[in-house]
């Protein structure tokens, strides 16, 4: 069965950067797109960031307005994983953080266009 595990998260103070790992297992990672979401305490997931794929690798990115310029995705298929390095850290990206996986060509910003999902990784930055 598909298999998403996150690893990486940590308790931070802010500037601070963290980089967290997606290992997938179970399904054709090149293939899937692949996202980054988090929920805070009270509050809804939010997308974060999504690479798509392509042979080479690489993929095309989108990332929500808040950690542009903070944060950065890429893909290691070599690997089946997944990187979201976070730069810059601020108590507001204090959050779960899920990855999520989704058989298309697409970088969807909806939690419901995925497929797959992790069990999450809890990042804390602290002021």
């Known amino acids: 069965q598909v298999q998403l595990v996150e690893s990486g998260g940590g308790l931070v103070q802010a500037g601070d950067s963290l980089r967290l790992s997606c290992a997938a297992s179970g399904l054709t990672f090149s293939t899937y797109t692949m996202g980054w979401f988090r929920q805070a305490p009270g509050k809804e997931r939010e997308f974060v960031a999504a690479?798509?794929?392509?042979?080479?690798?690489?993929?095309?990115?989108d990332y929500t307005d808040s950690v542009k310029g903070r944060f950065t995705i890429s893909r290691d298929n070599a690997k089946n994983t997944v990187y979201l390095q976070m730069n810059s850290l601020k108590p507001e990206d204090t959050a779960t953080y899920y990855c999520?996986?989704?058989?298309?060509?697409?970088?969807?910003?909806?939690?419901?266009?995925?497929?797959?999902w992790g069990q999450g990784t809890q990042v804390t930055v602290s002021s």
């Open positions: 999520a996986a989704q058989n298309s060509r697409t970088v969807p910003r909806s939690d419901s266009a995925y497929n797959y």
């Open positions: 690479i798509t794929w392509n042979i080479w690798g690489g993929g095309r990115t």
